[in-house]
């Protein structure tokens, strides 16, 4: 069955240092979105993707964060300068919209810790 | 104000017993609702899909809304240790967001 992967399972990185998380989505779907979830907290939206450009942000998703889709499968989030409480999970998720964008099925998630 | 309203348990139920979880919501332009199911540190797994009101059912599982409440819920019948997880309710615009609005999630655990 097609899923979403991500990588790396696991980040750990200094203050104001600059990270890249990768996700692959599944091949056929066509939005991509980033969440993220502070731990003993909701799932919360970042950003979402189609067509090449970012389709819809939230407040969180400020001039630090950027994504990209730099080829034809990776779909990447770039924190710039990495804060403490940039310290979550963040989840990739593809939708197809054939199917319903609201029908997003999400990777495995990136754990990333800034000390 | 707070838009989505979960439980978050711990919710302790035996083996074979029907669950019930729940999420109150506040935006009445709310369309779509969904189900998660997420392991510990694991990516939240889409379990049903419904728009707008009514019941829909797969296997073991049967999800259910009422709009007038603003009032979801997830049946599931004949519990299995296995389903023990945090299942989180998520919703969303029609022709609105993109993203999905999230509950924060019921811990369930299914004794054997």
């Known amino acids: 069955e097609p899923e979403v992967t991500q990588t790396p399972s696991h980040q750990v990185t200094q203050m104001g240092q600059e990270v890249i998380l990768r996700c692959v989505p599944i091949?056929?779907?066509?939005?991509f979105y980033w969440y993220r979830q502070i731990l003993g907290q909701k799932v919360e939206f970042l950003v979402s993707?189609?067509?090449?450009?970012?389709?819809?942000k939230s407040e969180i998703f400020d001039d630090q964060f950027s994504v990209e889709r730099p080829d034809g499968s990776n779909f990447t989030l770039k924190i710039r300068s990495t804060k403490l409480e940039d310290s979550a999970m963040y989840f990739c998720?593809?939708?197809?919209?054939?199917?319903?964008?609201?029908?997003?099925?999400f990777g495995p998630g990136t754990r990333l810790l800034v000390l | 104000q707070k838009e989505v309203e979960q439980d978050p348990g711990p919710l302790s139920v035996p083996e074979g017993a029907i669950v019930s979880l729940n999420c109150t919501y506040s935006?009445?332009?709310?369309?779509?609702f969904m189900w998660y199911r997420q392991y510990s540190r694991k990516g939240p797994e889409l379990l049903m899909y419904?728009?707008?009101?009514g019941n829909k059912e797969d296997g073991r599982f049967t999800a259910q809304v009422d709009k007038s409440s603003k009032y979801i819920s997830l049946f599931i019948r004949d519990s299995q240790p296995s389903d023990s997880a945090t299942y989180l309710c998520?919703?969303?615009?029609?022709?609105?967001?993109?993203?999905?609005?999230f509950g924060k999630g019921t811990h369930l655990i299914i004794q054997p």
């Open positions: 998720a593809s939708s197809d919209p054939w199917a319903g964008r609201e029908t997003q099925y």
């Open positions: 091949s056929n779907h066509l939005y």
């Open positions: 993707f189609y067509n090449n450009e970012i389709s819809e």
């Open positions: 935006n009445s332009a709310f369309q779509y």
């Open positions: 419904t728009y707008s009101s």
């Open positions: 998520a919703m969303s615009e029609e022709g609105g967001a993109d993203g999905l609005t």
